[in-house]
């Protein structure tokens, strides 16, 4: 019998669900989660075991075996049948592997848990791993081993790792790839299948297993699942894993590391070794330096070095992967002005620790930060099942049962000691810096041995850190002022009456307004988005870039006012479009208005500061010039973009633009861009009609009013079109390049089939292709024929144009094959097409049906949706039911009849478009298919932007503003 406990969880005001632990015989740890409210259920499985556990000279083993757990079990032979089960029922299925833990997860739709529980569960009772399976899955392993060599987060978290005790397994090579996993193993005698046997066989065991099951049944029925499926699973007692506490020896403490990325663009990064914040996450003392040195308001570390040129950004918190060691990490992005400037930063730095410390800890700082964690508590978002299942996972393993729902958010305990000790440890004797810049390139001397990547390692006493902060420039550092954004009114303004959908409640000259008031999420929260419509922010690559960098130097003078605001999760963005720039807050609605006005007036009040144009303008060079180590498949999608979007500049023409562009032309663009504006304006959530428009008014007020505004609305030719590209039936067209940088041996291809434009028909039939065909192309494509670890199959919107694409990318095969790889795949699937039986065809259509009925989780998943109908100007807010209603008439004759018309590969109806970009493997290949003759009915494309010139255009789907009665703007 499992062991029913009776705990009385600590729980948040406004969470509604029923929750159960229960141990079963095996010592297995289970949280049960009720919740008749959902649409998908959920499980997750954690294990006390990772890649600290690999075997010595078999790096990689417990990633290779998550890997392998999915193929197939005793009671599923059929291999990958478990996912495809997933797939078919409307779910998604992963697992990843830590330092410590392997998290294994899936969702399902509600009435299928039973058996894709069962089906989960045999990972952990009697899972099989054929020969032929393991022999291929090395391949999938290697892959993904290889598309991460050309990426700096693994190439210098790897060399982190590196530079610690070789004793201790956060030394350790922990992915895995073909040397490791095949050749060195061969070499020593040893067979891999029988090494993951072993390694499962003594490390996975029932009592070091967490399993959280988030379902629709009661708790009484939900426990008496788990107890069937998973009371089999084996218990050996085996001991949890504990690493040696802090692998870093005085060896690896006062170092600067030199290295040399990838990427342009440096990055300074400061590490203490740290007492774990998990020791007392009451106290939170990691919580309270972070709030301090993280900060980016006024006095703070970033904002001084923002002041002065050197830095684009800063993080600080604590890093961890291990229960017995941790860092505390400051993150830097220098500029190319800060790098010349490295140690008056590091200066800057400790002087602001010395200064936390003379100046005392600050119980009203404690208390801010207990008032917002706790307002986050009580009133926390639905999420979807599987992230909040994930998340409640992660707290059995180390926090108390009652405490399973809360971990660290309400820390509750002032202790100033226990702040002064985590302050002590930030000291100059135990720092680790690691400098990442191109501008090492020849001067360092040694090579991190398993991405390669070139370092150089120098001593640095606290002498010389004491150094660097006399010579630091003085600057006003200060700890931060008490946060005016912090709510306290929590009033719920419920309508009267259900407002099913959004509707207009102002319309003029100057703006349209779409109101949807709350009445199911029940929370003091609103959602604000401001469609600036300004036709002429897009109009050129010049303008294009004037416009981006108008709104990041936005977001960047306004944070100095609104971090606040962030911290007390009021959140907002600003971000260009095709059409102008978007705003959009978020967040508790009781000081809202005070961050939109703010907004608004520093838009109506820019003023372009140099030096930070000059840092922004560095900025947007490097992250044009870094395009060319995105992945292959990346590129293939920005070469896709590029032939399918009727407004897009090509990066070479945006970055000779941005190249000549200076703050003048900025500050002049400005008002120019601003003279013609439309305001789309969508208010949602806990605000009342009446304040909507209160809202809005200010707005128009601060914008259209103000003496010598800039402003004026905008005249109706001017109202911007959003259009796609049409493709030609019967035709292939194909584009054929290679890959920008060098040393990538991936190459990629995104085979594309374009099929109509916003018909709830057609679209209902391409869903239901894609929920029948992506699971069976993964399959085929990447665990039986290897092609590459990123293999998928999935619909496309452009414009309200949808399409289908499978993307492939790889270092084994070239673009060509690839595409050919593609084709054979329909061409296999034709026949299970062909032969859906009526069971099997009702079941899918089922399943579509169940994911179009989901409800929506919280208020930004709403608000989002209806923006999007909005936005694209189609209006359909009841879209998913009316799409119901077609897929229920559909008939299984009619579905087939779409396949043979639109995607079988010989389709009439059948238009196709292939980007193929080579990598530094297949360029031979590359230069052999451009001399070949096309094939029939291909046509190959040598110049984008001919191409699109001369193709038509679907229309718009956004006609123009809105046709509501208007009045004028005064």
């Not at 006012?561 to 007390?568: G, L, M, S, T, V």
């Not at 360029?923 to 984008?944: A, F, G, H, L, M």
């Amino acid at each position: 019998m499992s062991r029913v406990s009776d705990v009385q969880f600590i729980r948040g005001r406004s969470d509604t669900r029923e929750y159960r632990r229960i141990i079963l015989p095996n010592a297995l740890q289970v949280m049960l989660i009720s919740d008749a409210q959902i649409d998908k259920a959920a499980a997750v499985m954690g294990i006390s075991v990772g890649a600290f556990s690999d075997p010595d000279g078999i790096n990689g083993l417990a990633h290779f075996l998550e890997h392998m757990l999915f193929y197939a079990s005793e009671k599923y032979p059929e291999e990958d049948s478990y996912t495809k089960y997933i797939t078919e029922h409307g779910g998604s299925t992963n697992a990843i592997t830590s330092s410590e833990r392997t998290l294994f997860y899936f969702d399902v739709n509600v009435d299928s848990i039973e058996e894709a529980l069962d089906r989960f569960a045999q990972f952990f009772v009697k899972p099989l791993m054929s020969a032929d399976a393991v022999s291929r899955e090395i391949n999938a392993v290697d892959s993904e081993h290889k598309m991460n060599l050309l990426f700096d987060g693994h190439r210098m978290h790897q060399l982190r790792k590196h530079l610690t005790s070789k004793d201790h397994p956060c030394h350790k090579f922990t992915t895995g790839n073909l040397e490791t996993l095949d050749t060195r193993p061969k070499e020593k005698g040893l067979d891999i299948r029988d090494e993951l046997l072993r390694f499962y066989s003594e490390n996975y065991s029932a009592n070091l297993m967490q399993l959280t099951v988030y379902g629709k049944e009661t708790l009484d029925s939900l426990q008496s699942l788990v107890e069937s499926l998973f009371s089999d699973v084996r218990n050996i007692e085996k001991i949890w894993f504990k690493c040696s506490g802090n692998p870093c020896t005085e060896e690896y403490l006062q170092i600067l590391v030199k290295a040399i990325p990838i990427t342009e663009g440096d990055d300074l990064r400061i590490f203490w070794p740290i007492t774990p914040g998990i020791l007392h996450y009451k106290e939170a003392p990691h919580r309270y330096l972070s709030h301090l040195i993280g900060h980016e308001g006024e006095g703070s570390i970033f904002y001084i070095l923002k002041q002065v040129g050197w830095a684009m950004g800063l993080t600080a918190g604590e890093a961890s992967d291990s229960n017995e060691y941790s860092f505390f990490c400051i993150r830097i992005s220098l500029t190319d002005e800060g790098h010349d400037h490295m140690e008056d930063i590091v200066g800057i730095v400790f002087k602001y620790i010395a200064l936390v410390k003379d100046s005392g800890i600050h119980k009203w700082i404690f208390d801010e930060m207990v008032a917002i964690n706790e307002t986050e508590f009580n009133y926390q978002d639905k999420c979807e099942p599987l992230d909040y299942a994930i998340s409640v996972n992660a707290l059995m393993l180390y926090y108390p049962p009652e405490e399973w729902l809360v971990g660290e958010s309400l820390s509750s305990k002032f202790d100033p000691s226990l702040i002064h000790k985590m302050l002590d440890e930030l000291s100059s004797d135990k720092v680790r810096m690691f400098w990442d810049s191109k501008k090492f390139e020849g001067s360092t001397d040694l090579a991190e041995p398993w991405y390669g990547t070139s370092y150089s390692v120098q001593k640095i006493t606290p002498d010389t850190i004491k150094n660097w902060m006399d010579n630091a420039p003085n600057a006003d550092l200060h700890i931060p002022k008490p946060n005016i954004f912090i709510p306290t009114d929590f009033t719920l303004h419920t309508p009267k009456e259900e407002v099913k959908f959004p509707k207009i409640i102002r319309n003029s000259s100057c703006l349209t307004l779409w109101h949807k008031p709350d009445k199911t999420y029940l929370v003091p929260k609103a959602y604000v988005k401001i469609d600036f419509h300004c036709p002429l922010a897009y109009y050129s690559p010049e303008a294009d870039v004037l416009t981006s960098l108008f709104v990041a130097l936005l977001m960047d003078y306004l944070n100095d006012y609104a971090y606040n605001a962030q911290i007390a999760s009021l959140y907002y963005g600003i971000r260009a479009t095709t059409t102008g720039f978007q705003v959009v807050v978020k967040g508790y609605n009781h000081k809202m208005r005070l961050l939109v006005d703010a907004i608004m007036m520093q838009i109506a009040h820019f003023e372009v500061k140099p030096k930070r144009f000059a840092v922004f303008k560095e900025k947007f060079l490097k992250d044009f010039e870094n395009f060319k180590f995105l992945s292959p498949c990346s590129q293939a999608g920005y070469y896709l973009n590029l032939m399918l979007d009727d407004r897009s500049w090509p990066l070479n023409e945006k970055l000779e633009a941005l190249s000549d562009v200076n703050a003048d032309h900025l500050s002049n663009f400005v008002p120019y861009l601003l003279s013609r504006t439309l305001l789309e304006c969508f208010v949602a959530g806990n605000i009342e009609e009446k304040e909507a428009e209160s809202i809005v008014t200010d707005i128009e007020e601060i914008l259209f009013k103000t003496p010598n505004s800039v402003f004026k609305p905008l005249l109706p030719s001017q109202y911007l079109t959003m259009r796609a590209v049409m493709l030609e039936s019967g035709l292939k067209c194909l584009y054929r390049t290679k890959g920008l940088n060098p040393k990538d041996e991936n190459s990629a291809i995104v085979q594309y089939i374009q099929i109509h434009q916003d018909d709830a028909h057609l679209k209902v039939q391409l869903q239901l292709f894609c929920l029948i065909a992506s699971q069976p192309a993964f399959h085929q494509l990447r665990s039986v024929e290897q092609l590459g670890y990123i293999t998928s199959l999935s619909s496309r919107n452009d414009a309200g144009v949808r399409g289908l694409e499978v993307v492939i990318q790889s270092t084994v095969k070239d673009p060509e094959i690839l595409d050919g790889r593609i084709n054979a795949f329909f061409a296999s699937l034709e026949k299970k097409i062909y032969e859906l039986d009526d069971e099997e065809y009702k079941k899918n259509v089922k399943t579509l049906i169940d994911l179009k009925l989901e409800k929506f989780k919280n208020l930004w998943e709403e608000s989002g949706y209806y923006w999007g109908e909005i936005i694209s100007g189609t209006h359909k807010f009841d879209r998913f039911e009316s799409e119901v209603e077609v897929l229920r008439a559909l008939k299984k004759e009619d579905f087939i009849n779409y396949f043979d018309q639109y995607i079988k590969v010989d389709a009439p109806k059948r238009k196709t478009l292939s980007v193929q970009v080579f990598g530094s493997n297949h360029i031979s290949e590359y230069k052999k298919v451009c001399e070949e003759p096309d094939p029939v009915q291909t046509n190959r494309v040598e110049d984008i932007f001919s191409y699109r010139r001369t193709r038509p255009l679907f229309g718009s789907l956004r006609g123009g503003p809105c046709q509501a009665v208007k009045t004028k703007c005064v």
